[in-house]
T-cell receptor
Framework: AQSVTQLGSHVSVSEGALVLLRCNYS??????LFWYVQYPNQGLQLLLK??????LVKGINGFEAEFKKSETSFHLTKPSAHMSDAAEYFC???????????FGKGTMLLVSP | DTAVSQTPKYLVTQMGNDKSIKCEQN?????MYWYKQDSKKFLKIMFS???????INETVPNRFSPKSPDKAHLNLHINSLELGDSAVYFC????????????????FGPGTRLLVL
């Protein structure tokens, strides 16, 4: 069975500071990993995903994530936070043979001036 | 040019009523999904259809019945609404089924906020 753990339901940073959102997964086979962002009262938008190949994945809006198999992690980072980054972020996993995406419980990113 | 659209955006209704939520995608995708997001923002798959055929049916009460008239539409009908059905329901689509294990991206609609009184 696959599962996702996102550490921290809320993360607060100052504008311009580093953003780090943590995601650990459990999967019986090499997984496919996703980060989605949800702005208030909107649907989910894909930030980036890892399927195969390079383990450092770059996404939209300056975000990137690194797949670390040994740590079963896929943490999301951004060097410098912007006020517009304030949103809910979801990590998700899908592995071959499993039916669909399994989401983590989400991390709310708060950005202060 | 909305990719995945849902109607209505908001739905307020009384317990015991029957209601439907519609979803349409113009991406030419083969697979569509319904998710439920509860008050704690937890997202859980409910159903998935591939080319109008049901491929995923998670543990969902029989009061929920999806219908796919064609591969661009997946509607969700809910009978005898209960307080616990209050949630945000998201429709999504992907080029092919995630179950094929090729890392397909799912594209989400804006959500339907259902409140049962």
């Amino acid at each position: 069975a696959q599962s996702v753990t996102q550490l921290g339901s809320h993360v607060s940073v100052s504008e311009g500071a580093l953003v780090l959102l943590r995601c650990n997964y459990s999967s019986s086979v090499p997984p496919y990993l996703f980060w989605y962002v949800q702005y208030p009262n909107q649907g989910l938008q894909l930030l980036l995903k890892y399927t195969t190949g390079a383990t450092l994945v770059k996404g939209i809006n300056g975000f990137e994530a690194e797949f670390k198999k040994s740590e079963t992690s896929f943490h999301l980072t951004k060097p410098s936070a912007h006020m517009s980054d304030a949103a809910e972020y979801f990590c998700a996993v899908s592995d071959k043979g499993y039916s669909t995406l399994t989401f983590g419980k989400g991390t709310m990113l708060l950005v202060s001036p | 040019d909305t990719a995945v659209s849902q109607t209505p955006k908001y739905l307020v209704t009384q317990m015991g009523n029957d209601k439907s939520i519609k979803c349409e995608q113009n991406l030419g995708h083969d697979t569509m999904y319904w998710y439920k997001q509860d008050s704690k923002k937890f997202l859980k798959i409910m159903f998935s259809y591939n080319n109008k055929e049901l491929i995923i049916n998670e543990t969902v009460p029989n009061r929920f019945s999806p219908k796919s008239p064609d591969k661009a539409h997946l509607n969700l009908h809910i009978n005898s609404l209960e307080l616990g059905d209050s949630a945000v329901y998201f429709c999504a689509s992907s080029q092919e089924a995630t179950s094929l294990g090729r890392g397909e991206t799912q594209y989400f609609g804006p959500g339907t906020r259902l409140l049962v009184l």
